[in-house]
């Protein structure tokens, strides 16, 4: 067999480096992106950092629970405005998300808690920037009326410490 010319091998390695990066992005934009993760919540506020919430999903439902508070009031607050068995529950750990149900590229038909003011509003959620935010919002009948927060995903989901299981 013919030894191959410099100017051959070059195309032939660029060719190849070409059909691997067009199949990595492939398979990259057939993998749907999932909001479940850890996810940083932003106070609405301040503009700060406020928790980590785990997102996993159950029987084709979204869950998620506080896995870390970022400067609580005070050491392992609890959910004191909660109604029911939630009342008084430890902030951390605490599931304030659940029954979101996937709908063409948005999660809804689920309830999310605010632990500062115990209320639990309808809840819907869409994934924004290639999986990166997460938009949520909360209302009461109609979209309209409520409020939204983005969350950005956590980059390393692993220094978030594991919060107890959700009674």
């Known amino acids: 067999m013919k030894a191959m010319s410099k100017a051959a091998h070059g195309a032939t390695t660029v060719a190849l480096a070409l059909v691997l990066t067009l199949a990595a992005a492939a398979v990259c934009a057939a993998e749907p992106a999932s909001p479940v993760g850890v996810w940083k919540t932003i106070d609405d506020e301040t503009g700060q950092a406020k928790s980590l919430v785990e997102i996993r999903e159950q029987n084709g439902q979204l869950h998620g629970r506080i896995v870390k508070l970022f400067n609580p009031?005070?050491?392992?607050?609890?959910?004191?405005?909660?109604?029911?068995?939630?009342?008084g529950a430890?902030?951390?750990?605490?599931?304030?998300?659940?029954?979101?149900?996937k709908k063409g590229d948005e999660w809804t038909g689920g309830k999310v808690l605010d632990p500062q003011n115990g209320k639990v509003y309808d809840a819907k959620l869409a994934l924004a920037e290639q999986g990166r935010?997460?938009?949520l919002r909360g209302f009461i009948g109609f979209s309209l009326?409520?409020?939204s927060q983005t969350w950005l995903r956590e980059a390393d989901p692993a220094a978030a410490p594991a919060a107890p299981a959700a009674p």
Do not use: A, F, V, Y
Request: aromatic share 4%; net charge positive.
């Open 73 to 87: 009031s005070k050491p392992n607050p609890g959910c004191d405005r909660c109604e029911g068995d939630k009342h």
């Open 145 to 147: 009326l409520g409020r």
């Open 133 to 135: 935010k997460l938009n």
């Open 90 to 101: 430890p902030i951390t750990g605490l599931e304030i998300l659940w029954g979101l149900k």
